[in-house]
Nanobody, 115 residues
Framework: QVQLVESGGGLVQAGGSLRLSCAAS????????MGWYRQAPGKQRELVAH???????TYADSVKGRFTISRDNAKNTVYLQMNSLKPEDTAVYYC?????????WGQGTQVTVSS
């Protein structure tokens, strides 16, 4: 397992940007896929994007073209750059492996987009 600490969330107006960070307690180089997930109130947690150790990325249709996932294996950190934010992006954002390690969710970081 690995401890993951998300940060960078906040309140932003629609159209704004945020950059989320996910710091891992150990090397993530050996984790083939790292992902960002989100959970809005009353909804199930969903996968937003994932990235391989080589840098290949995949995005949910709802964020494609607006979000960019990246990873820095040397810093054991995964990032999510979010541009052109919409109110429907409001959620708690989490990082984890993909598929996720069971019982390995951090506290997440709240993103709130106002209209």
């Amino acid at each position: 397992q690995v401890q993951l600490v998300e940060s960078g969330g906040g309140l932003v107006q629609a159209g704004g940007s945020l950059r989320l960070s996910c710091a891992a307690s150990r090397s993530i180089f050996s984790i083939p896929f790292m992902g960002w997930y989100r959970q809005a109130p009353g909804k199930q947690r969903e996968l937003v994007a994932h990235i391989t150790s080589a840098g290949t990325t995949t995005y949910a249709d709802s964020v494609k073209g607006r979000f960019t996932i990246s990873r820095d294996n040397a810093k054991n950190t995964v990032y999510l750059q979010m541009n052109s934010l919409k109110p429907e992006d409001t959620a708690v954002y989490y990082c984890n492996a993909y598929p996720p390690f069971v019982n390995n969710w951090g506290q997440g970081t709240q993103v709130t987009v106002s209209s």
